[in-house]
């Protein structure tokens, strides 16, 4: 099974200023034949369901604001937000669908406002 | 537009069995994947199994292999998660997902159910 690690836990950033979450997988992700890193970052809020922000790695979903961005490739993938809003507080997760399905999250790292 | 709308809020005893459902529409239901995934009180994510209902093909990560079931009714579009023993650990809300992520179409979430179970 690929196990997926972020870092840190949590951070707090103020408002205006860059946050950027880091996460491991155990094994790579990225399928050769096709080039593509199975990874995908989700933002969680309190009280809601968690929305899918960017897909294969660096692909961000329609609507998704262009301060979020993803990078990496292989086992070793970034999440950074270019300057935090308040609206960004939340809890963010990578996730790998690399594997047959049930996939894995990462433990998740919680974005807080300094 | 897709949709999935999950059963409502149960409180349950330990030992008590359960099924909660989620109903998908806007979309060809029995040819996308549909999961469940908990999160525990103050937990992150963790996903407990998946179905293909047009194959009911469904696979079940370790950590909940024969402690629940998962199952689809595709003549009413409805996907279920199912307890024969609750226990207290198993408070926590659940969420099912469709996943197109594979194919590129990104995914949909349900609403949500939490689950309480407490003597």
């Known amino acids: 099974d690929i196990v997926m690690t972020q870092s840190p836990d949590s951070l707090a950033v103020s408002l205006g200023e860059r946050a950027t979450i880091s996460c491991k997988s155990s094994q790579s992700v990225l399928y050769s034949s096709n080039n593509k890193n199975y990874l995908a970052w989700y933002q969680h809020k309190r009280g809601q369901p968690p929305k899918l922000l960017i897909s294969w790695a660096s692909t961000r979903e329609s609507g998704v604001p262009d301060r979020f961005s993803g990078s990496g490739s292989g086992t070793d993938f970034t999440l950074t937000i270019s300057s935090l809003q308040a609206e960004d507080v939340a809890i963010y997760y990578c996730?790998?669908?690399?594997?047959?399905?049930?996939?894995?999250f990462g433990q998740g790292t919680k974005v807080e406002i300094k | 537009e897709v949709q999935l709308v999950q059963s409502g809020a149960e409180v349950k005893k330990p030992g008590e069995s359960l099924k909660i459902s989620c109903k998908g529409s806007g979309y060809t239901f029995a040819n996308n994947w549909i999961g469940w995934v908990r999160q525990m009180p103050g937990k992150g994510l963790e996903w407990m199994g998946i179905?293909?209902?047009?194959?009911?093909?469904?696979r079940y990560s370790p950590s909940f292999r024969g402690h629940v079931t998962i199952s689809a009714d595709t003549s009413i579009r409805t996907v279920y998660l199912q307890w024969g023993s609750l226990q207290a650990s198993d408070t926590a809300m659940y969420y099912c997902?469709?996943?197109?992520?594979?194919?590129?179409?990104?995914?949909?979430w349900g609403q949500g159910t939490l689950v309480t179970v407490s003597s």
């Open positions: 996730h790998q669908y690399y594997t047959t399905p049930p996939w894995a």
């Open positions: 179905i293909y209902p047009g194959k009911s093909d469904t």
């Open positions: 997902v469709r996943t197109g992520l594979v194919r590129g179409e990104g995914d949909d």
